[in-house]
């Protein structure tokens, strides 16, 4: 399984950014794709997932503000993050995951929100 995140970059307070992450090795419609973060000193957690089913979830702190997408025909999953605030700071990282096999991880994408 291969998660190439891109996308990721520094923006000032109010701006917005659109992570990508390209996957392969995986049958892509069958997994639900997600968005977690890690910001420093702190645990990982979930930003936004888009079940196989076309549910989507987001975190309290993103609702209204981040848009998950993905397109089954590319095998890519979108992250859109508009009024982005200094604590959205963080690498995010994509994943995926089907029934009956481990959450896969993406390497990666730095997302730095300036004040």
């Known amino acids: 399984v291969q998660l190439q995140a891109s996308g990721g970059g520094l923006v000032q307070a109010g701006g917005s950014l659109r992570l990508s992450c390209a996957a392969s090795?995986?049958?892509?419609?069958?997994?639900?794709m997600g968005w977690y973060r890690q910001a420093p000193g702190k645990q990982r957690e979930l930003v936004a997932e888009s079940t196989s089913g076309g549910v989507t979830n987001y975190a309290d702190s993103v609702k209204g503000r981040f848009t998950i997408s993905r397109d089954n025909a590319r095998n890519t999953v979108y992250l859109q993050m508009n009024s982005l605030k200094p604590e959205d700071t963080a690498v995010y990282y994509c994943?995926?995951?089907?029934?009956?096999?481990?959450?896969?991880w993406g390497q990666g994408t730095q997302v730095t929100v300036s004040s």
């Open positions: 090795g995986i049958i892509f419609s069958l997994n639900s």
């Open positions: 994943t995926a995951i089907s029934p009956g096999r481990p959450r896969s």
